[in-house]
């Protein structure tokens, strides 16, 4: 059983890869890690530490601690408060990934995975069904983090030998958790909105189309690139991945069908320039050749799967209060 360490685990994607993680190897084998104790149902869902990834004795700490011989690497600041927060970006998602990449070297850990984001392109890109090897010029911090950040893997893996293995998500959808400050918030939000409220601002214009995935389907990529025999890893910087792409019109009409009195207003904010700056839809013929890569949910049946769950557990938070 390979023994598995977190960082980032009180997070949107942290949080849902860490049970995921523990229904595949075992509760005893997958250490859950945060800077803070933010998510007490990680938190209190079996072996967790507080690790700060800026801060290499404490990564390498818990790595020898419980004999780690797998990261994975959640910890960021992501594109909206990267923009807020620029050199934080940049200390917090290079440091961090260099810790963890010299721990692989240095044969402390055998496998890493990083993820990267779309972010990765930029304006010069070619919007629509982006290829996985085309002009990359991001104009956010992030993008510029994410970019670099994929350089290095693939660096790291032809000069140390070390197994690297990367996703670029899209925008990812959770009913579980809430987004951390990234461009592709309002589309969780919106179903939190819909069902409180029947009504939601959005940030972006309505015709703003960017590539988009469910949960479900991004964990389960996560744990099949991690799973795959690693001669079919054939790209070492990051795989291009896709489900779906669309607007903020054709999400509220999505979620009309289930709440006919739903209604959408458009307010852009700086996070429009961020957007636009994005690819539309995701070429990602390659991770679905190496690696066997399929996703399950479309836009109408990751909308029925929202509003039906998310309207339980407000049900189920009313009762309690
Ligand atoms: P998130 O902001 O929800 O979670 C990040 C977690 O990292 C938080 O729990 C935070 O407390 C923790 N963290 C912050 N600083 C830390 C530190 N110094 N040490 C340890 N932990 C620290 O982010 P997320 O949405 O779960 O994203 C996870 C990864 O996936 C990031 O690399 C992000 O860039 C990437 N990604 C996310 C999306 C998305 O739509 N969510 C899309 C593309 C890529």
């Known amino acids: 059983m390979p023994k598995v360490l977190i960082i980032g685990a009180c997070g949107q994607i942290g949080s849902e890869l860490t049970f995921?993680?523990?229904?595949?190897?075992?509760?005893?084998?997958?250490?859950?890690?945060?800077?803070?104790?933010?998510?007490?149902?990680?938190?209190?869902?079996?072996?967790?530490e507080i690790v700060d990834a800026q801060d290499y004795n404490s990564v390498r700490t818990?790595?020898?601690?419980?004999?780690?011989?797998?990261?994975?690497?959640?910890?960021?600041?992501?594109?909206?408060?990267?923009?807020?927060?620029?050199?934080?970006?940049?200390?917090?998602?290079?440091?961090?990934?260099?810790?963890?990449?010299?721990l692989a070297k240095d044969g402390f850990i055998k496998h890493v995975f990083w993820p990267s984001s779309i972010a990765v392109f930029g304006p010069s890109t070619p919007a629509t069904d982006t290829p996985q090897h085309t002009t990359m010029e991001p104009t956010t911090v992030y993008g510029i983090t994410?970019?670099?950040?994929?350089?290095?893997?693939?660096?790291?893996?032809?000069?140390?030998?070390?197994?690297?293995?990367?996703?670029?998500?899209?925008?990812?959808?959770?009913?579980?958790?809430?987004?951390?400050?990234?461009?592709?918030?309002?589309?969780?939000?919106?179903?939190?909105?819909?069902?409180?409220?029947?009504?939601?601002?959005?940030f972006l214009a309505q015709h703003t189309e960017l590539p988009m995935m469910y949960m479900d389907d991004a964990i389960n990529a996560t744990v099949n690139i991690m799973q795959a025999p690693s001669d079919q890893i054939k790209i070492r910087s990051s795989y291009n991945l896709a489900a779906m792409s669309f607007t903020p019109l054709e999400i509220s009409k999505a979620i009309k069908k289930h709440i006919p009195d739903f209604e959408i207003t458009y307010e852009p904010d700086f996070r429009q320039h961020i957007a636009?700056?994005?690819?539309?839809?995701?070429?990602?013929?390659?991770?679905r050749a190496d690696w066997s890569w399929e996703?399950?949910?479309?836009?109408?049946?990751?909308?029925?799967?929202?509003?039906?769950k998310l309207r339980e557990k407000y049900a189920t938070s009313e009762k309690i209060s």
């Open 62 to 102: 818990c790595v020898e601690k419980y004999n780690i011989d797998t990261i994975y690497l959640m910890a960021a600041i992501l594109s909206a408060t990267g923009e807020k927060y620029p050199m934080k970006a940049w200390d917090l998602n290079m440091n961090s990934l260099f810790h963890v990449l010299n």
């Open 20 to 48: 995921k993680l523990k229904d595949i190897h075992g509760t005893e084998n997958v250490v859950a890690s945060d800077i803070s104790y933010n998510n007490l149902d990680v938190v209190n869902s079996g072996i967790f």
């Open 146 to 202: 994410k970019q670099v950040g994929e350089r290095w893997c693939e660096y790291y893996h032809k000069k140390y030998g070390v197994d690297v293995r990367s996703i670029r998500y899209p925008g990812l959808i959770s009913w579980k958790t809430l987004p951390g400050g990234g461009t592709t918030d309002y589309a969780v939000e919106i179903y939190h909105d819909a069902i409180k409220h029947k009504k939601y601002e959005c």
């Open 276 to 287: 636009d700056s994005w690819p539309k839809s995701i070429d990602d013929s390659s991770a």
């Open 295 to 308: 996703h399950n949910y479309d836009l109408e049946k990751m909308t029925s799967e929202m509003i039906s």
